[in-house]
């Protein structure tokens, strides 16, 4: 349990050696190392400025490390950040979905985005909102929305361009339960094929869905494995103590 990073043969999604992001005085990465094989899940835990959005930042090329490597599906994501980015999506607390515009014309819109217009674009749209079941709420407006439907629709929106690795930023965070559930049996059904990474406070569920599980601290990893050789007891230990430290 205690290796800094899990062995696999699986191509790898994330390869990251010593990534330093800093800002200012402040390192929120000191030298993070990560290895993700290709169409696993990826958990991010730990506490408040431990690093874990800093991180999720850097992988969906929002930000750029300071220091450090980073490979992503196989690309340099220094070197060649606009290659990969069509392959990335990125699912923020931030729905970052246009109010005024309606279900339809919020996809059409990140649709155009990716250059996908047309018969092409609306029959993925159309697709899209039957999976996340808003084919029924395609003409109104997100600004209608709660907030368990916004999240639907964010979903959405981040697998228009049917991406290869989905990033999660607390993605349970407003969802009552039902809308929890909603959510993890639309996970289970995009699942397929792709690598996710996901910032979660919440142990349990995060630890359920993953195949690799990262525990941060100050920028670093305290713990990083497969969740298949961990011991969910003492883990749960680790994080409680590790988020006992407090703030970073
Ligand atoms: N744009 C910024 N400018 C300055 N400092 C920043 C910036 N973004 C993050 N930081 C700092 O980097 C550290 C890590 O922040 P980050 O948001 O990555 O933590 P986190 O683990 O996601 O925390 P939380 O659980 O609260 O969301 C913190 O000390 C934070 O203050």
Redesign the pocket.
């Given at each position: 349990m205690s290796s800094p990073v899990p062995e696999s043969a699986a191509p790898l999604a994330i390869e990251a050696r010593g990534l330093v992001k800093q800002?200012?005085g402040?390192r929120?990465l000191d030298g993070l190392d990560l290895e993700l094989p290709q169409g696993g899940f990826l958990s991010i835990f730990?506490p408040?400025?431990?690093?874990?959005?800093?991180l999720l930042r850097e992988l969906a090329l929002l930000a750029r490390p300071t220091g450090g490597e980073l490979r992503i599906l196989g690309v340099d994501a220094l070197e060649e950040p606009d290659v990969l980015r069509s392959r990335i999506g990125l699912i923020s607390h931030k729905s970052m979905l246009y109010g005024d515009l309606t279900a339809r014309e919020n996809l059409a819109f990140f649709a155009s985005l990716y250059g996908l217009e047309g018969p092409e674009a609306d029959a993925r749209i159309d697709e899209l909102l039957r999976l996340v079941e808003l084919d029924h709420r395609a003409n109104d407006c997100a600004r209608t929305f709660s907030r368990g439907m916004q999240q639907r629709l964010s979903i959405a929106r981040a697998l228009i361009n049917d991406p290869e690795l989905v990033l999660l930023d607390e993605p349970y965070s407003g969802l009552d339960p039902h809308a929890a559930e909603l959510f993890d049996r639309l996970i289970a059904r995009v699942r397929d094929g792709r690598t996710f990474v996901m910032?979660s406070h919440d142990l349990e569920k995060g630890f359920d869905l993953c195949t690799h599980a990262l525990i941060?601290a100050r920028g670093r990893a305290v713990v990083c494995a497969e969740t298949a050789k961990i011991d969910r007891a003492a883990f749960r230990d680790l994080y409680l103590a590790t988020v006992g430290m407090g703030v970073?």
């Amino acid at each position: 349990m205690s290796s800094p990073v899990p062995e696999s043969a699986a191509p790898l999604a994330i390869e990251a050696r010593g990534l330093v992001k800093q800002f200012g005085g402040r390192r929120a990465l000191d030298g993070l190392d990560l290895e993700l094989p290709q169409g696993g899940f990826l958990s991010i835990f730990g506490p408040n400025g431990a690093g874990k959005t800093t991180l999720l930042r850097e992988l969906a090329l929002l930000a750029r490390p300071t220091g450090g490597e980073l490979r992503i599906l196989g690309v340099d994501a220094l070197e060649e950040p606009d290659v990969l980015r069509s392959r990335i999506g990125l699912i923020s607390h931030k729905s970052m979905l246009y109010g005024d515009l309606t279900a339809r014309e919020n996809l059409a819109f990140f649709a155009s985005l990716y250059g996908l217009e047309g018969p092409e674009a609306d029959a993925r749209i159309d697709e899209l909102l039957r999976l996340v079941e808003l084919d029924h709420r395609a003409n109104d407006c997100a600004r209608t929305f709660s907030r368990g439907m916004q999240q639907r629709l964010s979903i959405a929106r981040a697998l228009i361009n049917d991406p290869e690795l989905v990033l999660l930023d607390e993605p349970y965070s407003g969802l009552d339960p039902h809308a929890a559930e909603l959510f993890d049996r639309l996970i289970a059904r995009v699942r397929d094929g792709r690598t996710f990474v996901m910032v979660s406070h919440d142990l349990e569920k995060g630890f359920d869905l993953c195949t690799h599980a990262l525990i941060m601290a100050r920028g670093r990893a305290v713990v990083c494995a497969e969740t298949a050789k961990i011991d969910r007891a003492a883990f749960r230990d680790l994080y409680l103590a590790t988020v006992g430290m407090g703030v970073a």
